[in-house]
């Protein structure tokens, strides 16, 4: 590779990634900032400093999560939201939207289990090829009774894009659990397998011992 050739390509792969990271965090800023909404227009920031300040709806954000969640988790609030979501699934087209981003946000956040929580090496698409899956479920009722031997939900993620994917029913005897945490394995996901999480062996060996088998 040529100098000037080789120079321009180290300098794209310094300032890609930070420009990238920038677009990605000024999103996510902007998206957060459309909380002020709830303010009334003579408190706000605009209104009383006379200039914007970038990022306060994350403030915001935080508060109304938070207090959100402490509605949710009384008796009355609890009411109140199962009536909501009972509101929102008799929507033909919400429901399908709502309900399958409230499933699949209460098995990522939820602590049922090993839900997401374990990394599993498996044999697929054939005997010889190895991929990397996340378990999702144990107790599979119907799908259980109908094979021969215990198996269990995996979801296989696809790359670059993990939050896209397949289920596959793998026999338990057939997983290999990897010691690699998920924020590691989707990483590796993600750059198409550039990024390998380090492994320590001794230190495996002592996790090993001490979790329990899926």
């Given at each position: 590779m040529k100098p000037a050739q080789r120079y321009l390509v180290a300098g794209l792969l310094v300032w890609v990634?930070?420009?990238?990271?920038?677009?990605?965090?000024?999103?996510?800023?902007?998206?957060?900032d459309q909380t002020l909404v709830l303010?009334?227009?003579?408190?706000?920031?605009?209104?009383?400093?006379?200039?914007r300040i970038p990022g306060l709806g994350i403030l915001l954000t935080g508060v109304v999560v938070f207090?959100?969640?402490m509605l949710a988790a009384n008796l009355v609030g609890r009411r109140l939201?199962?009536?909501?979501?009972?509101?929102?699934?008799?929507?033909?087209?919400?429901?399908?939207?709502?309900?399958?981003?409230?499933?699949?946000?209460?098995?990522?956040?939820?602590?049922?289990?090993?839900?997401?929580?374990?990394v599993v090496l498996v044999e697929y698409p054939r005997k010889g090829i190895y991929s990397?899956?996340?378990i999702t479920g144990m107790d599979l009722?119907?799908?259980?009774?109908?094979?021969?031997?215990e198996v269990v939900c995996v979801f296989m993620p696809t790359t670059p894009n993990p939050t896209s994917g397949f289920i596959i029913m793998v026999p338990r005897r057939d997983l290999i659990l990897l010691d690699m945490d998920v924020e590691a394995?989707?990483?590796?996901?993600?750059?198409?397998?550039?990024?390998?999480?380090?492994?320590?062996?001794?230190?495996?060996?002592?996790?090993?011992r001490l979790r329990p088998s899926p």
């Open positions: 990634p930070v420009g990238i990271t920038f677009l990605i965090l000024k999103l996510i800023v902007d998206i957060m303010i009334p227009d003579a408190w706000r920031p605009e209104a009383l400093l006379g200039f207090f959100t969640g939201f199962k009536l909501w979501d009972g509101i929102l699934h008799r929507i033909p087209l919400v429901r399908s939207i709502y309900g399958g981003a409230k499933n699949f946000t209460e098995v990522l956040l939820g602590n049922t289990g090993q839900s997401f929580k374990q990397i899956g996340f009722a119907e799908v259980q009774m109908r094979t021969a031997e394995a989707v990483k590796m996901v993600v750059s198409l397998g550039v990024v390998v999480p380090r492994w320590d062996p001794q230190k495996a060996a002592e996790l090993a």
